[in-house]
């Protein structure tokens, strides 16, 4: 019952993004300068003097190069699914985590996670198909922050070490 669920769970998710990613772009700095950043990264790995064009070009986030390398074309349309790969992650170990704290009657975590889950929600899931790195930081931080709630009692070199990641990589 719990496979199944999770298995469900896991795929409406990538059912939703999938759709959210096939959908035209709104994100206004991909418009701007994420996908055309991209395109250099892709095409020009090393251009010397491109932030001369544009400064947004000079001062780009390395979420980019994983962007460039998990993107693909389909029919003339660009498909970053990065976003929506972390996106689909980090809802499913927020649903896990209020199935978890439900199991155990833990309603302050329980209702923490789901305004988390629902903030996630309403503020990321039109944002699924742009590369922006903003959306990779957000979800790196969160998962820091369920990482140090559920190891705050009993801290490990793991949880230490993937926490101090997760940040710098934020």
């Not at 959908?23 to 395109?39: E, F, G, M, P």
Request: aromatic content about 16%; some cysteine.
């Amino acid at each position: 019952s719990t496979l199944k669920s999770s298995i469900l769970l896991i795929s409406s998710l990538c059912v939703l993004f999938a759709i959210a990613g096939a959908s035209q772009i709104t994100y206004k700095d991909t418009l701007v300068y994420h996908t055309q950043a991209i395109n250099w990264i892709q095409n020009f790995p090393v251009i010397p003097g491109l932030g001369n064009i544009h400064t947004r070009f000079a001062y780009n986030s390395h979420m980019f190069l994983a962007s460039a390398a998990s993107s693909f074309s389909f029919k003339g349309v660009i498909f970053y699914p990065l976003n929506s790969i972390l996106l689909v992650f980090l809802i499913n170990n927020l649903a896990n985590q209020i199935k978890e704290n439900f199991i155990k009657n833990n309603f302050l975590f329980q209702l923490t996670y789901s305004i988390i889950l629902a903030t996630v929600l309403i503020l990321y899931a039109f944002w699924a198909n742009t590369p922006s790195p903003d959306i990779a930081i957000s979800v790196f931080t969160i998962l820091g922050f369920i990482i140090f709630w559920k190891n705050f009692e009993k801290p490990n070199l793991w949880s230490i070490t993937l926490l101090v990641a997760l940040v710098f990589m934020s």
